[in-house]
């Protein structure tokens, strides 16, 4: 019998907050969040006239940093746009833990914009995260998530999605199901991070718990957020619970003794448990270990 290898320590994704990159109060706020993630937003949040003045002032909050554990990353405009490349160019010289973009519906969009974030000096830590949010886009997902090594996010765009399908906003998403479900075997598929879209009617916290729960058992790593309230329930339902790593830790050391003693049937609970189980177990134990030391 052979042990699995140690599963790599994931970096919590849970909660990943939108924050107005035009609105200063909101950039200091966000420092003080319990998000795991952060998206200072160039792009739905900024009127037109406010694009230039926005670019600034979310460059010099992420050069001047101050964001503690959380990951700080800026969503540009979209490719297309008047204000696309000089986004880029910003933010490859603030230097961000990634760049956001949104309307990704090709591999070809992704190779163009890793090319601009090279040609602009972005460090080689900036990573892009792809926002999938157009039928193309699902279409394609296999290849954009496959498209570059700066690739390690996508974040799943469901207002666009939906409107794009003209899907009825209904509980539990059945419309928006089969293009979820797509966008996930893609990102497992390559190895890349993928994040659940956002709640929208921010009063209604039993529906963006439900709706959070759904996206946790589907196998998302997180959610996009709208409003700090937010936060901390996304926090705890994608968080592992103590009996869920209680019985990581059975699980692995039930395997381990099992290898010690040379047995080749291992069960715990009554189940019995084979290496896809251990590989798991090893991964909601690095999960916990590493929220817990935030």
């Known amino acids: 019998m052979t042990l699995p290898h140690p599963t790599p ?12 990159g035009a609105n200063e109060r909101a950039l200091e706020k966000a420092k003080s969040l319990p998000a795991d993630a952060l998206i200072l937003d160039l792009e739905d949040s900024v009127a037109p006239d406010a694009k230039e003045e926005a670019r600034k002032r979310v460059a010099a909050a992420v050069a ?32 961000p833990d990634a760049v956001v973009v949104p309307k990704v519906d090709s591999p ?14 972005a460090p080689d830590s900036t990573a892009i995260w792809a926002m999938i949010e157009t039928p193309a886009a699902i279409l394609d997902a296999a290849a954009i998530a496959s498209a570059s090594q700066r690739l390690t996010v996508l974040v799943m ?6 409107k794009e399908l003209r899907a009825e906003p209904v509980p539990g998403r059945t419309p928006l199901l089969t293009a979820l479900s797509l966008a996930l075997l893609a990102a497992r598929a390559s190895g890349t991070a993928i ?25 998302f790593d997180g959610k996009t957020l709208i409003h700090p309230r937010q936060v901390e329930p996304c926090n705890a339902i994608f968080s592992p619970a ?16 099992a290898t010690s003693q040379g047995r080749g049937v291992v069960t715990v609970d009554g189940r019995m448990i084979e290496h896809l189980h251990v590989e798991e177990a090893r991964r909601v134990l690095a999960l916990a270990e590493a929220i817990a030391g935030r």
């Open 9 to 20: 320590a994931p970096r919590p994704r849970r909660s990943v907050l939108y924050m107005p």
């Open 64 to 95: 001047a940093g101050g964001y503690g554990h959380r990951e700080v990353t800026v969503r540009v405009n979209a490719p297309g746009t008047p204000w696309h490349e000089e986004d880029l160019r910003a933010a490859a010289e603030a230097g």
């Open 108 to 121: 070809t969009t992704v190779r163009q914009v890793e090319a601009a974030l090279a040609a602009a000096g």
């Open 157 to 162: 765009g469901t207002n666009d999605l939906a």
């Open 195 to 219: 994040l659940d879209g956002v709640y929208n009617d921010v009063q209604d916290l039993s529906g963006f718990e439900a709706e959070t729960l759904q996206g946790r058992q589907m196998g």
């Open 242 to 257: 103590e009996e869920d790593i209680a019985r990581a830790r059975r699980i692995i050391q039930a395997f381990e003794d």
